[in-house]
């Protein structure tokens, strides 16, 4: 049987408070394996993003680690890290994260120019075409619908061809058909490019389009 994509092996996190300290996350593991898609559920401060953090390796745990196909994050300097992230990993969060002085295109073009990558400009078009952007290559985020940006976005996510995507909320900002659309393109692009998803929702609606489902509560794993 082949590595899993990402395992996630007794992680915690433990975090000062004035009251003592505050567990976050506690004991949780669990494995992906590749082209899976996966809801991260559960309420409010029930430590999702935490661990969202922590599974990109932007983020420490106080125990426990986690493996990026077969590499312990956590054994690696924040270069290392910083360097398998760019490789390995794509990013889409609810606030669309985009280059404010970049237009669409530049926007999709900037991972693939900070790995060197060649012909990135027309990997960035044929993406964006993709998500039925290619009349907004132009654009810049500030003349883009919420929708927009978010495939934008995604067209940036998905552009290097990760092995792992991670979403926080990617629809939490948008009205709820929009949000639909944007799963779609999520699951459609996941389905092409063999991407493992995880994306992180309060929408029940959402995560029941995905294939697994993940439960925390108050930093523990309840259903996996």
């Not at 991260?40 to 420490?60: C, E």
């Not at 054994?75 to 002085?101: C, K, P, T, W, Y």
């Not at 927009?148 to 990617?170: C, G, H, K, M, T």
């Amino acid at each position: 049987m082949s590595l899993p994509i990402i395992r996630v092996q007794n992680l915690s996190k433990v975090v000062p408070d004035t009251l003592g300290d505050l567990v976050i996350l506690k004991g949780i593991d669990f494995e992906l394996q590749a082209k899976e898609t996966v809801a991260i559920v559960g309420a409010s401060g029930s430590g999702k993003s935490t661990l969202l953090s922590i599974m990109a390796g932007l983020d420490q745990p106080s125990s426990g680690t986690v493996f990026l196909e077969g590499q312990d994050f956590f054994e690696m300097n924040e270069d290392q890290r910083a360097h398998l992230r760019a490789q390995r990993i794509g990013f889409v969060f609810q606030s669309f994260q985009l280059l404010g002085h970049l237009n669409a295109l530049e926007n999709v073009m900037l991972p693939l120019e900070l790995m060197g990558k060649p012909n990135p400009k027309r990997a960035a078009q044929e993406m964006l075409a993709r998500v039925g952007l290619e009349h907004r290559l132009s654009h810049f985020p500030k003349v883009l619908s919420g929708g927009e940006q978010q495939r934008v976005a995604l067209a940036r996510a998905f552009v290097v061809q990760p092995s792992l995507l991670l979403a926080d909320e990617p629809t939490g900002s948008l009205d709820h058909a929009t949000g639909a659309l944007v799963l779609s393109l999520m699951l459609e692009l996941n389905a092409e490019l063999g991407t493992t998803l995880v994306l992180v929702t309060h929408d029940n609606a959402l995560s029941n389009r995905l294939g697994r489902r993940l439960e925390l509560v108050a930093g523990e794993l309840v259903s996996a």
